[in-house]
């Protein structure tokens, strides 16, 4: 993808471009396709919203200009810029405020901005509710401080709803921020009727408990606990939604910021530390053992263990030596390392790696809002009602006062005070009841694409499997002792620190004990090691370091060796005093309960599909021990998402786990990314659900839950209308009193907050009550 930093000059006839424009001031997701239709409507223009990015895809013909496509977004009454080029590094340590971009930064600031609306208008609104629902508080003048608490509520605090609903006017449409702010205003208008021309101004007027259907010509009536009430409500759902929205970026700073910072380039036969930045193609630079690789390269000179199960998904360390590629932000596990850079900056896979991740979000089908879809129709139909309402009562030959109280009662009972908590409050208890199961839920749009999955995609390293070597197998030759073959081949590869040599140590300490200090250790990179144990020579090793020292394995442990690794395990030999003792494998394990859950999976409708970079043969042997029958093996990180792609163009809707980088384009294709808390940030960032607990049990977990979040959201927007609905007629008949307003949106409200309680009773499948 191209960036164009300016308005576009002369160029060829048919030559097009794709930028990207980073989009301010939308509300919904129906904002994201007002200004894709404006955006579209240039010539030769093709354009693609993300709501939850707030970015724009533009693709356009040279003769239409940057300037033009901004002004166009600003003509729909909204911002658009061309995103910040990247900051230069911060020298000062854990300081990373140069690092952000203008848009960051003006994303923090309205999530301030709408935080201090939220704080302000709770303070203010919560004293104003009290004194209209408590008569026993209702002191002289108490109308008057209710006036005085609510006013900023609804100006101030309110604005962003009224300031949406202008725009919205303009276009002819009508979203959620329509029916708050027509609902707000009049029930504030309303009361300042009352109030100042009506007879609620008086010293002494008390709101009582009257709950009976009759006729009111509406000057002793108030609503501003109405208003207030419905700002700071829906404030908390705008602001929930605006702070796991605001993390949609992070995939790709996570992503950059796994590289290695600086390098020691080899300059003149000197090492110097430089920024990865200055390393040009051709630089030649040292990594040491536990260093990350820089950036791609060829190794020069050294030989190496490398793990890349982060990036490329095996799961068994890849030796490497003079010639062979490497790439940037694995991590060197074994000896010192001399890498040529082949590519840099953004031609390095980790680079393409974030591209993919980019292009993956801004594609996702936008999610429309269920409130803003009812809304939609809800509120033209109000509005009808209303003016219906009006022309009636003027026709019928009523007073104007009475006519004006019926017209205003409906869109006052239309205001959705238990709208304002439907989706919040469902979601405060889903997500506090996933977090003590191991399951975090970035959003109330994650939870439509849980209903709709039909395919899940697991990844198999650290997902499927412990994404860590472990001893899988012990083979002893005739005679020998299995204890004492562990202990000293443990004992030597304790002193190692190649991982398939820690592996070795960890289980036999595991399973025999304390082990013996090697008096002598020499490491051979690519073979293996040896060195004197208790006074005895051990070799730990492929059969290429037995074989300098003239000792053939017998036939026996020969075959241990080829069946290990015919079922994609690895396996050395162990020799001691001139003879071959025996073999041990180790291996990726399964996790004990990821058998247990594919079952489950399958039985919510999923069909799952194993996914790997690692090689067939490992792949099919997890695959049959979990009950997996499709396996898709072999793949480089950009195959993932391509084959999450083609399983979507067949009309599957799909889910995947994983928690590698090389999992997080993928992740981000899929119609719901579920990332392990225990892999990498970038898979997180990248994923719409986390589980935190490492299980795959937990993916069960989330996708049951989320399933009933959902379904308590929709029941409660259901019934937040429906009382409204059941109302209006009351309303517009002119029977609807104040008390029994205020009573039918406190008892919707506390329906609404009961419904999303009963969340709070979900059971994990290990069967947890608890955390």
């Known amino acids: 993808m191209t960036t164009d930093l300016a308005t576009s000059g002369p160029a060829e006839a048919n030559a097009e471009r794709t930028l990207e424009l980073e989009i301010g001031g939308m509300t919904c997701a129906s904002c994201a396709m007002r200004i894709e239709k404006k955006l579209n409507k240039l010539d030769g223009v093709t354009a693609t919203v993300n709501y939850a990015t707030e970015k724009a895809r533009v693709t356009a013909p040279d003769g239409v200009g940057t300037a033009e496509l901004i002004a166009t977004v600003e003509a729909a009454g909204y911002r658009a810029e061309l995103p910040a080029p990247p900051a230069p590094p911060v020298p000062t340590a854990g300081d990373d405020t140069g690092a952000r971009s203008g848009a960051e930064s003006r994303a923090d600031a309205e999530l ?182 820089a950036t791609d390269g060829v190794v020069v000179d050294g030989r190496s263990a490398i793990d890349a199960s982060l990036v490329t998904g095996e799961s068994v360390p890849v030796e490497v030596e003079a010639g062979d590629a490497v790439i940037g932000a694995t991590v060197n596990a074994g000896g010192r390392l001399v890498v040529r850079a082949t590519r840099v900056g953004a031609d390095t896979q980790l680079a393409q790696m974030a591209r993919l991740v980019e292009d993956a979000q801004a594609g996702k089908a936008q999610v429309q809002r269920l409130a803003d879809r009812v809304a939609g129709v809800f509120v033209p139909v109000v509005i009808l009602i209303a003016v219906g309402t009006l022309g009636m009562w003027l026709g019928g030959g009523f007073p104007p006062e009475a006519a004006f109280t019926a017209a205003v009662a409906v869109l006052i009972i239309a205001c959705p005070c238990a709208l ?56 002893a030759a005739d005679g020998v002792d299995e204890a004492e073959l562990l202990r000293l081949s443990g004992a030597l590869e304790h002193a190692s620190e190649h991982p398939v040599a820690k592996a070795i140590a960890d289980g036999a300490a595991a399973r025999v004990g304390a082990l013996p200090t090697p008096e002598s250790f020499e490491n051979r990179p690519g073979l293996g090691v040896h060195g004197i144990v208790d006074g005895r020579l051990v070799l730990v090793g492929r059969p290429a370091l037995l ?100 399983l979507q163009g067949e009309g599957r809707s799909v889910a995947m786990v994983g928690d590698g980088v090389n999992d997080a384009a993928a992740l981000a294709q899929a119609d719901l990314g579920i990332a392990m808390g225990t892999g990498s940030d970038v898979a997180i960032e990248a994923a719409d659900l986390t589980l935190v607990r490492g299980d795959l049990l937990a993916a069960v977990d989330a996708i049951r839950l989320s399933r009933r979040t959902l379904g308590v959201i929709r029941g409660n927007l259901f019934w937040a209308f429906a009382y409204n609905v059941a109302a209006i007629p009351l309303a517009a008949l002119g029977l609807l009193n104040p008390m029994l307003a205020g009573a039918a949106m406190a008892f919707s409200s506390v329906f609404v907050v009961g419904n999303s309680l009963r969340l709070r009773a979900f059971r994990s499948a290990l069967g947890n009550t608890g955390a």
Do not use: C
């Open 420 to 475: 304002g908590l439907a989706t919040p409050t469902a979601l405060l208890v889903g997500t506090g009841r996933g977090a003590q199961l191991g399951v975090l839920i970035k959003g109330p749009e994650v939870l439509e694409s849980t209903r709709r999955v039909d395919t899940i995609v697991l990844d198999k390293t650290g997902t499927v499997t412990s994404g860590r070597m472990s001893l899988a197998g012990v083979h």
């Open 112 to 293: 301030r901005s709408l935080r201090t609306r939220l704080i302000a208008s709770v303070v203010l609104s919560v004293p104003v509710i009290l004194l209209a629902m408590v008569p026993a508080w209702q002191f002289t003048y108490w109308q008057w401080a209710s006036l005085a608490l609510a006013a900023p509520v609804v100006t101030w605090a309110a604005w962003p709803f009224h300031r949406a609903a202008l725009v919205n006017l303009r276009h002819g449409a009508a979203t959620m921020d329509t029916l708050v702010s027509l609902g707000v205003t009049a029930a504030f208008a309303w009361s300042l009727y009352a109030l100042f021309l009506g007879t609620a101004g008086e010293p002494g007027m008390v709101h009582g408990f009257e709950l009976t259907v009759a006729p009111s010509d509406g000057a002793a009536n108030l609503y501003l606990e109405v208003a207030a009430g419905v700002t700071m409500f829906v404030l908390l759902g705008r602001y929930l939604e605006k702070r796991s929205k605001r993390a949609a970026g992070a995939a790709l700073r996570a992503l950059l910021e796994l590289g290695a910072k600086d390098v020691a380039v080899l300059r003149d036969g000197v090492e110097t530390r430089i920024a990865v930045e200055q390393l040009a193609v051709g630089d030649e630079f040292v990594v040491r053992p536990g260093e990350k690789i």
């Open 547 to 646: 074989a300098e020292w003239a000792i053939e394995p017998d036939a026996r442990v020969a075959a241990s060796v080829v069946a290990a690794e015919a079922e994609g395990r690895t396996a050395v030999i162990v020799a001691w005093d001139g003879a071959v003792r025996g073999a041990l494998s180790v291996a990726d394990a399964v996790k004990p309960t990821s058998a247990d859950a594919v079952a489950r999976l399958r039985g919510l409708g999923l069909e799952p599909i194993l996914l790997t970079g690692d090689n067939e043969t490992v792949a099919r042997r997890v695959a049959a021990e979990v009950g997996i029958e499709r396996v898709i093996a072999e793949v480089l990180p950009a195959d993932k998402a391509a084959v999450v792609a083609q």
